[in-house]
Structures are given as structure tokens and as C-alpha cells.
Nanobody
Framework: QVQLVESGGGLVQAGGSLRLSCAAS????????VGWFRQAPGKEREFVAA?????????????YYTDSVKGRFTISRDNAKNTAYLQMNSLKPEDTAVYYC?????????????????WGQGTQVTVPS
């Protein structure tokens, strides 16, 4: 069982930055891949980024991003702190949404929400136009 709690959302002007955190409970966080999703009002939840769990020794993680955030967002994790992060730079009004983190044992970096087993409650990010 993994419980996830997001934090770090807020209101930021276009061009600004935010760092979202996803704190996990449980001793097996390091064995889960983590994804970030977002849902804007009136729209379906969409994939943002994912990071693998380390499949071997060392701290090499694979990452995957949706095209609209490549070069602006960075996903990372610190297993010692049971936390994953989403650094968001050069924010745009179209990034406005509730952001969710999710965990899955599927290490193939899935972009489909149905493949994730655990979800946080979400954190609001607002970028006024």
C-alpha cells in the first residue's frame, strides 16, 4: 500500500516556476514508478511525466514527458525521502490544472491513468493569462 500527498501548488505568473512534491508513505516507494498527471476544468485527466524506479544499482532513472512540457518540466525522485518532484519552469496559462501524482509497479513509464494503482489528492496550479 502506498499513500501519496502532493504539495507545492499555487498561483504563479506566466513565465514563473513552481516545484511540486509528492510525498509517499510506505517502505516500498523505491519499487514504484511515479507519474504526474493534470486535469484542467472541463477536460480529461492527461499525462504529464513519469519516472521509473531504479531497476538496478545506482540512481539511474528513465523519464518520459508529454510533448507540451518537454524542456520546461523536470521529474525527479529522492527515494531516501520517499518523495518525487515535478519542477515546472516557464509556466504558461495552459498549464493551469489540478496536478496529481500516481504510483505504479509498471516500470514501462505508462502514460495511461488506468495503469496507476495509487493516487494523491491533487494540488492546484494556476497561471493567469
Amino acid at each position: 500500500q502506498v499513500q501519496l500527498v502532493e504539495s507545492g501548488g499555487g498561483l504563479v505568473q506566466a513565465g514563473g516556476s513552481l516545484r511540486l512534491s509528492c510525498a509517499a508513505s510506505g517502505r516500498t516507494f523505491s519499487s514504484y514508478a511515479v507519474g504526474w498527471f493534470r486535469q484542467a476544468p472541463g477536460k480529461e485527466r492527461e499525462f504529464v511525466a513519469a519516472i521509473s524506479w531504479s531497476g538496478g544499482s545506482g540512481t539511474y532513472y528513465r523519464t518520459y514527458y508529454t510533448d507540451s512540457v518537454k524542456g520546461r518540466f523536470t521529474i525527479s525522485r529522492d527515494n531516501a525521502k520517499n518523495t518525487a518532484y515535478l519542477q515546472m519552469n516557464s509556466l504558461k496559462p495552459e498549464d493551469t490544472a489540478v496536478y496529481y501524482c500516481a504510483a505504479t509497479r509498471d516500470n514501462g513509464l505508462p502514460k495511461y491513468a488506468s495503469l496507476y494503482d495509487y493516487w494523491g489528492q491533487g494540488t492546484q496550479v494556476t497561471v493567469p493569462s
